[in-house]
């Protein structure tokens, strides 16, 4: 029915007349909400509440006092549903607390507290108030707008965490289901060991070996023995190995001092049998000069080295499931050592996925040790902030490497060695996107090439610095821990604190072909510190000019 033209000379508003009225409010209140900035569902059907009572309201023939007298208390319940603040004031759950920075009271946190304040005042004087149709429109608006501010004001920190613990700009974080790994159990077998040998490359490739002979042990149930700094890397330094046992809740991994002790009852150190995963182009990996290292640690060596497999290349390797790995490596022998097993490729998804093939209530199994991972946060804290790009710019030996990969893969892999003025406009693209106002930089390169660089690095007419761990000052306390245990000067613990700082950064640019950087990779995939916006130098592109083969 249509509504009759109101006369000009009544003096008061009839029943009908106010209850239309409201019903225009409420329609005008609607597509006012629908027209403001968009918020995350609540946790109820908001629309389907409102046309409830709107059906029930309008049933009555109310006037205004018990108008106002109904319906505010049902906005007060509106608001507080609507706004869901148990949810608000949960606390965040990260389960490591390395990763995240601590907090006191934030900012939104008491505008949120003063806007609630403030809204409680305002109904309280609404509610001893006598109002026109007119007023009560402009009040509840109010209201609605001051709850949306309030909304915004609570959901604003969790909005910048969206980005990520460290920032990002746009930047958001990758996010990966842990509790859906393909993992298996590691559980040793009593005296039945796993010697690891790891020879090929540098520290970063000895890491990588040491993982793949983590799942070797897994598979064929030994406890895997570290190996010495006598004849490997100090991994003690470098390493948490205790926290790997702790993370699987049993003794998997003893160092090589403990693996002597225990085998001295019987008199001697005994390797029973050597068995080479690769037959090319040398059995193992392994040179004469490291035979003789593992006998000068006291260490007898049982039969001949060999292989299970007569054409498995370094160069081309095959892909191989778990089951011929236990099939091929299954041994009742007390002591086994396999080696090398950096170029092995078995169940590469498996083997690849966030926290590994093992089965563990951490988030990775070989991680930093404890006072790098602190200096790293030192650092961090000191001279970045929580919002930095890190830069893995290999240079030393790439010219020749890179340019070889490109000439044995015909052109079908693009370089990895660009041109500095390149390599600038490469990251200053990608650092525009994040908004970080510094750069840290890890590299061998020459100071001529990184100071190119950085001429380079303009962005909105302002140059975004470099960050380089500084030499040893006593009156900067950041390294502090390092010093006290007597770590400081050691390069391969400098090369795990780079590493360490470059995981925890909100976006990383890394090296094609650095296995450098495919251990960050692997600590921001495993931390959940990964970004979709990492990738590597110049990805997809080639160097604008490359030089001749030799």
């Known amino acids: 029915m249509e509504r009759p033209p109101s006369s000009s000379s009544s003096s008061s508003s009839s029943p009908n007349e106010e209850e239309e009225d409201l019903r225009n409010l409420l329609d005008e209140s609607d597509s006012q909400i629908d027209a403001a900035e968009q918020r ?9 509440l409102r046309s409830r009572l709107r059906r029930s309201f309008f049933k009555l023939n109310l006037t205004k006092r018990q108008c106002i007298v109904i319906f505010l208390p049902l906005l007060l319940v509106f608001v507080y549903l609507s706004t869901d603040l148990t949810n608000y004031f949960s606390s965040d759950k990260v389960p490591d607390s390395v990763f995240r920075p601590n907090h006191g009271p934030e900012e939104p946190d008491l505008r949120a507290l003063y806007l609630l304040r403030k809204q409680e005042t305002d109904l309280s004087s609404l509610w001893n108030r006598t109002l026109s149709v007119s007023d009560m429109k402009s009040a509840l608006f109010r209201q609605m707008s001051l709850n949306r501010q309030i909304q915004n004001a ?31 159990q590691w559980k040793p077998r009593r005296d039945k060991f796993l010697f690891a040998i790891c020879l090929s490359g540098q520290m970063s490739n000895h890491l990588i070996c040491l993982e793949k002979h983590m799942f070797f042990a897994a598979l064929l149930k030994r406890t895997l023995v570290i190996p010495s700094h006598r004849f490997d890397y100090h991994y003690s330094r470098i390493i948490d190995i205790d926290r790997i046992n702790t993370c699987l809740g049993r003794k998997v991994v003893v160092s090589f001092e403990e693996f002597w002790k225990s085998r001295k009852k019987h008199h001697h150190v005994h390797i029973d049998r050597f068995i080479c995963y ?67 490729n078995v169940e590469r998804e498996w083997v690849m996925q966030p926290g590994g093939p093992l089965a563990h209530k951490c988030k990775t199994l070989v991680e930093p040790n404890r006072l790098i991972l602190l200096t790293a946060q030192r650092f961090i804290q000191t001279f970045l902030g929580r919002n930095y790009v890190s830069l893995h710019f290999r240079r030393h030996g790439f010219l020749k490497f890179c340019n070889f990969l490109l000439c044995v893969s015909n052109a079908k892999n693009p370089s990895c060695f660009y041109p500095i003025p390149q390599a600038a406009h490469c990251i200053a693209r990608l650092v525009e996107k994040v908004d970080a106002p510094v750069i840290y930089l890890s590299t061998d390169a020459a100071e001529s090439e990184t100071g190119l660089l950085q001429s380079l690095l303009i962005i909105n007419g302002k140059t975004v610095p470099f960050v380089k761990r500084p030499p040893r000052d006593s009156a900067e306390k950041w390294d502090a821990l390092l010093y006290r245990h007597g770590l400081e000067g050691d390069s391969q613990v400098e090369a795990m604190l780079d590493k360490t700082i470059c995981a925890m950064s909100s976006v990383f640019i890394g090296a094609s072909g650095s296995t450098f950087t495919e251990d960050i990779l692997r600590l921001r995939k495993d931390w959940g510190t990964a970004s979709v916006c990492d990738e590597y130098l110049c990805q997809n592109e080639q160097p604008n000019f490359i030089a001749d083969h030799e």
């Open 154 to 184: 609570l959901l604003s920190p969790h909005k910048a965490e969206s980005l990520g613990l460290y920032g990002g700009g746009g930047c958001r974080r990758v996010e990966h289901k842990l509790l859906k790994r393909k993992t298996i």
């Open 40 to 48: 995350p569902p609540p946790t109820f059907d908001v629309e389907t």
């Open 278 to 344: 690769f037959s090319k182009p040398e059995a193992c990996y392994v040179d004469k000069e490291h035979i003789a290292k593992l006998k000068g640690l006291g260490i007898s060596i049982g039969g001949k080295v060999d292989s299970p497999w007569e054409e498995e290349d370094i160069a081309k390797p095959s892909n191989k499931t778990a089951e011929e790995v236990e099939r091929s490596f299954r041994s009742d022998d007390d002591v086994i050592a396999i080696g090398d097993v950096f170029y092995a």
